[in-house]
């Protein structure tokens, strides 16, 4: 199995403040014939079920606002929200789909500082 | 708007049974793939099971394979999942969640259900 880890588990933010969360996969998620990294990351507030913000690690999921980006490839990854508001207070999961069974990151939780 | 909207979780003995159900609206069901993912209280997401959109591929996470049988009735627009031989480990909210790819599973998964839980305990 494909193990992800992710950095820093908690951080806190001043509003309007960059915040940028790390994720690594024990083995490359790059699928060389179509050059797709298999790297999705989900945003889970407090009592709600987790939502999917990206995917093919960069593409935003329909209606996730353009200050959540992400970026990487093959095992290293970040996710970063490019001006926290007070509605980003969540926790942040990164999951690889390149290989079954598909696997999560144990989460970043994400405050107001 | 897609809705997904578990059921059946309840507090049962290790070694017992409970079926979940998972009731589908607003997106054309027979044309997804869909799965199962638990979270245990206070912790990760851990992937269950995911089923293609005819019902004809089924696959498992090995912590549950043998115990738990996916399945879905597409003329219902519904998903279940048949839990034998409970154990305290399993105990978790199992959320429902729509494949993002299509019809056969692509594992990333969106929207997802709130959640049944699902309590082992003597």
């Known amino acids: 199995d494909i193990v992800m880890t992710q950095s820093p588990d908690s951080l806190a933010v001043s509003l309007g403040e960059r915040a940028t969360i790390n994720c690594k996969s024990s083995?490359?998620?790059?699928?060389?014939?179509?050059?797709?990294?298999?790297l999705a990351w989900y945003q889970q507030k407090p009592g709600q079920p987790p939502k999917l913000l990206i995917y093919?690690?960069?593409t935003r999921e329909s209606g996730v606002p353009d200050r959540f980006s992400g970026a990487g490839s093959g095992t290293d990854f970040t996710l970063t929200i490019s001006s926290l508001q007070a509605e980003d207070v969540a926790v942040y999961y990164c999951?690889?789909?390149?290989?079954?069974?598909?696997?999560f990151g144990p989460g970043t939780k994400v405050d107001i500082k | 708007e897609v809705q997904l909207v578990e059921s059946g979780g309840a507090l049962v003995q290790p070694g017992r049974s409970l079926r979940l159900s998972c009731a589908a609206s607003?997106?054309?069901?027979?044309?997804?793939?869909m799965h199962w993912v638990r979270q245990a209280p206070g912790k990760g997401l851990e992937w269950v099971s995911s089923?293609?959109?005819?019902?004809?591929?089924?696959v498992y996470a090995g912590s549950v394979k043998g115990r738990f049988t996916i399945s879905r009735d597409n003329a219902k627009n519904s998903l279940y999942l048949q839990m034998n031989s409970l154990r305290a480990e399993d105990t978790a909210l199992y959320h429902c969640?729509?494949?993002?790819?299509?019809?056969?599973?692509?594992?990333?998964?969106?929207?997802w259900g709130r959640g049944t839980l699902v309590t082992v305990s003597s």
């Open positions: 969640a729509k494949d993002r790819y299509g019809g056969n599973p692509g594992f990333w998964f969106g929207p």
């Open positions: 607003g997106f054309k069901f027979d044309d997804y793939a």
């Open positions: 089923i293609n959109w005819n019902g004809g591929s089924k």
């Open positions: 083995q490359s998620v790059l699928y060389s014939s179509n050059n797709k990294n298999y």
């Open positions: 093919w690690a960069s």
């Open positions: 999951q690889q789909y390149y290989s079954t069974p598909p696997t």
